[in-house]
């Protein structure tokens, strides 16, 4: 969890009025179709507010990171090998596959691994690129 995000759940309650004032700026954005703009600033509104949700059923950074930690290490996910010095397309287990790890490689030596965005989730490239940097 980013630091930024850890105040959510260190600051609830500003978190939350932080967010109800970001409703009238982001219907500013949408009005002046700044669309870029309105889109982060709702993700990070969105983000935001699924923490708060958590800090209900897990009122503690540590209670969040016990219960996250199984994901984040990889447990039971599958593993994507990919070849960074070689062309070709993400191949991913068919159908379903649920947490995937991507293991990344540069002439057959593996550089990075990495839990990739959860199933069913929007693949942010340039955070997931972060991640792996």
Excluded: K
């Excluded at 105040?7 to 409703?23: F, K, M």
């Excluded at 009005?31 to 209900?56: F, K, P």
């Amino acid at each position: 969890m980013s630091p930024r995000r850890a105040l959510t759940y260190r600051h609830p309650r500003a978190s939350e009025r932080l967010a109800q004032v970001a409703i009238p700026a982001l219907r500013s954005l949408e009005a002046l179709n700044l669309r870029r703009a309105w889109w982060r600033l709702s993700t990070m509104v969105l983000a935001h507010a699924y923490l708060l949700g958590m800090t209900e059923a897990m009122p503690s950074l540590d209670d969040f990171r016990t219960f996250m930690a199984p994901v984040l290490e990889g447990a039971g996910a599958q593993t994507v090998d990919i070849e960074l010095d070689s062309a070709g397309s993400l191949d991913l287990p068919p159908g379903e596959p649920g947490w995937l790890t991507l293991s990344l490689s540069v002439a057959g030596t593996q550089v990075a691994s990495v839990v990739a965005p959860e199933p069913g989730a929007q693949w942010d490239w340039p955070a997931l690129t972060a991640r792996v940097v």
